[in-house]
């Protein structure tokens, strides 16, 4: 996929890690967290993510402005989300962030942590919506619109790194 890009492009210069997969388990019922689960969300939202960046890296290295956006969740930050294995991957995306932002500059590593987002993934997450409406201080779910917005607002400012830019109408305020 890297190769592909810069064979098209001749070069990278950003790169957005947005790949991301959950189920819905309740946090208590450990059973359920299946080995299979586990293995699948980690590999998704936590390998996929590391391999991607590091062979990315290399060419970001050589641009004048390099630049990687995770897009991980609130998840990652509180204890909350669809399951435990999802909280956990999200968390580590953002502590890779940090350790990425520390130690790659001057390539510029943030990240984008939404909270539930209106997608065709969650339209049937109807008792997650109505409760994110009721309890956040601007009282509905981030939108796609939301998260790109906050994504673009890393990539033009030219001095951040190694921040966790939560997106979530207030809901870490109150949960």
């Keep these: 996929l890297i190769e592909a890009t810069i064979k098209s492009l001749g070069g990278l210069d950003i790169l957005i890690n ?10 208590d019922d450990l059973e359920a967290l299946t080995d299979e689960i586990f293995a699948k969300t980690f590999e998704v ?8 960046t590091k062979a990315a890296m290399p060419h970001l290295r050589k641009s004048t402005d390099g ?6 969740s609130v998840a990652g930050v509180r204890p909350v989300g669809s399951s435990v294995a999802y909280a956990m991957s999200k968390a580590a995306l953002n502590h890779m962030t940090l350790l990425l932002a520390k130690s790659c500059g001057p390539v ?22 109505e409760n994110v409406a009721l309890i956040a201080p601007l009282k509905r ?12 607002s890393l990539l033009r400012n030219r001095y951040a ?10 809901l870490t305020l109150v949960i």
């Design 141 to 152: 779910s981030a939108t796609p619109d939301d998260c790109a917005e906050a994504t673009i």
């Design 45 to 52: 939202n936590v390998f996929g993510t590391w391999w991607l």
């Design 18 to 27: 947005n790949a991301g997969w959950t189920t819905l388990v309740r946090h």
């Design 108 to 129: 510029r590593v943030n990240a984008v942590a939404p909270g539930l987002v209106e997608t065709p993934w969650t339209k049937d997450w109807k008792i997650q919506h």
């Design 67 to 72: 630049n990687v956006i995770n897009i991980t």
């Design 161 to 170: 790194t190694g921040q966790i830019f939560v997106v979530d109408g207030g």
